[in-house]
């Protein structure tokens, strides 16, 4: 979780990342593989962890759901969504 949290501030804190390129960047690709590692669970949203996400400052929310649970998550950035799942 530490390791997703330190790429997410990378993002916020890098100011030669624009905000249209931010789901381009090399290191997304393992924010995206963190998330789903992470994030997700056998009931399909991992509460724990997408809470210690929003105290950190960032916002996790669903951007398509079932009757079981989110099909996709995404985590908000000032540079843009990284849509996970």
């Known amino acids: 979780m530490e390791r997703l949290i330190t790429l997410l501030k990378t993002i916020e804190e890098d100011d030669t990342i624009p905000v249209k390129d931010v789901v381009d960047q090399v290191f997304t690709y ?5 998330a789903c590692e992470l994030l997700i669970d056998e009931n399909g ?36 969504d990284i849509i996970y799942g």
């Open 30 to 34: 393992t924010i995206i593989e963190l």
């Open 45 to 80: 949203n991992n509460t724990r962890y997408v809470d210690v996400l929003r105290k950190n400052g960032f916002g996790v929310f669903p951007v398509e759901r079932d009757s079981v649970g989110w099909l996709l998550g995404a985590i908000r950035t000032s540079k843009g």
